[in-house]
């Protein structure tokens, strides 16, 4: 069965400061992978994703995440944070087989200090 | 998010009753899915459907019907409220294409079970 571990439940970071979320993800075959942003009260918005090709994805809002498969990861960064950045971020990895069935980690919750 | 549509937004239900969240995409996505979101464990598969007639369980299936009679539509329905059912529930849609599948979600729906 496929997992999704966010090992961070929180971060706080300064605004300016760069952002490192972490992901792993536990799957037999070559996984769909994703990040989802969710602002308070709100739905969930994609971020990027990864299928194939450059394992250095970039997504919106100046996100980026890299693809390492001896790793098992999808680490997702930012360079410089912004006050608008706090939010709740979800690893998600899905079977290319499966257009609908997401796994998805436990968020991590990303506080930014002025 | 585009073309996803929940209904309602906010929900207050007593234990034992029945009811029904609407869920409708004007995008002609032939998957469909349910997740609920409960805290620190990201969202869960509840139901999904890959067309019009077909749906199948998810990870979470107990307590929820489906039906998938349009394209359009993918109702849940919670058949006898129980307050472990206190969730917030989110539809969602996905594309299919060259570049892979990208899914779109609803706005979610806030339910509280007392």
């Known amino acids: 069965a496929q997992s999704v571990t966010q090992p961070d439940i929180h971060i706080t970071v300064s605004e300016g400061a760069s952002l490192e979320l972490r992901c792993n993800y536990s799957y037999g075959a070559t996984p769909y992978l994703f990040w989802y942003v969710q602002s308070p009260g709100q739905g969930l918005q994609l971020l990027l994703k990864y299928f194939s090709g450059d394992t250095l994805v970039q997504g919106i809002k100046g996100f980026e995440a890299e693809f390492k498969r001896s790793q098992s990861s999808f680490n997702l960064r930012k360079p410089s944070v912004h006050w608008s950045d706090a939010a709740e971020y979800f690893c998600a990895v899905g079977a290319r087989a499966a257009g609908n069935k997401l796994t998805f980690g436990g968020g991590t919750r990303v506080l930014v200090k002025p | 998010n585009a073309g996803v549509t929940q209904t309602p937004k906010f929900q207050v239900l007593k234990t034992g009753q029945s009811m029904t969240l609407q869920c409708a995409q004007d995008m002609n996505h032939e998957y469909m899915s349910w997740y609920r979101q409960d805290p620190g464990m990201g969202l869960r598969l509840i139901h999904y459907s890959v067309g019009a007639g077909i749906t199948d369980q998810g990870e979470v299936p107990n307590g929820y019907n489906v039906s998938r009679s349009t394209t359009e539509d993918f109702p849940l329905r919670l058949l006898s409220a129980a307050p472990s059912q206190t969730s917030v529930y989110f539809c969602?849609?996905?594309?299919?294409?060259?570049?892979?599948?990208?899914?779109?979600f609803g706005e979610g729906s806030w339910l509280t079970v007392v």
């Open positions: 969602a849609s996905t594309s299919t294409g060259p570049s892979g599948n990208t899914i779109y």
